[in-house]
């Protein structure tokens, strides 16, 4: 499945999609998404949630096992989380600023230079809002700092959403798709796990 290039949906991080599990509903207020991905920073990991249509029985084992590579790209108010899941998804992208998070929840990476960031990832069916696979990767130690380093940036800056929006739209016009996004990434990692 390619997944598109979706923004990331300024919602509140939902503390209980972390205790769901396969076959639950993602959330209680919600049957219905849009495909796109969300990505955020809570409960100390990194989380990055896909919703798809229909995902097949290929493409929910391939999102439990297949290798995955993340990448990260920033542009002035706006970085951008580019994932890859081998043989399931080719090169997304799913922009983020911390500020889109509401201030009461909204965390900042804590891990020390040479640790591992976890990747939390879920799998949502768009059209019913169930969970349809989860699993945890961990970061590599270069990626752990790279996005430590975005957000503690997006976090000290003062945070205007016309000006997020355009530097968004700018980076998705000069370019095509994810795949020239991640040929000028700053960095591109394969996960563990």
């Not at 968004?168 to 990434?185: C, F, I, K, T």
Request: proline fraction near 5%.
């Amino acid at each position: 499945m390619n997944a598109t290039s979706s923004n990331v949906t300024p919602v509140n991080a939902n503390p209980m999609s972390a205790t769901r599990q396969v076959g639950d509903v993602y959330s209680p207020d919600h049957s219905q998404y849009d495909e796109g991905a969300r990505y955020l920073y809570a409960r100390e990991g990194h989380e990055l949630t896909l919703f798809w249509r229909g995902p097949t029985a290929a493409e929910i084992e391939g999102f439990r096992f297949n290798p995955v590579e993340v990448g990260l790209y920033t542009n002035g108010p706006a970085a951008f989380l580019l994932y890859k899941i081998k043989d399931v998804c080719e090169w997304s992208d799913v922009a983020f600023n911390v500020h889109l998070v509401p201030e009461a929840e909204r965390e900042l990476p804590t891990e020390p230079a040479g640790d591992r960031g976890r990747l939390r990832m879920t799998l949502v069916d768009a059209d019913g809002g169930v969970i349809r696979a989860k699993r945890i990767v961990s970061l590599d130690k270069v990626m752990t700092q790279a996005l430590k380093h975005a957000m503690t940036e997006q976090a000290a800056a003062p945070f205007n959403r016309v000006l997020y929006e355009a530097a968004v739209q700018e980076v998705h016009g000069r370019h095509a798709d994810s795949d020239a996004l991640a040929q000028v990434a700053e960095v591109i990692e394969a996960t563990l796990g």
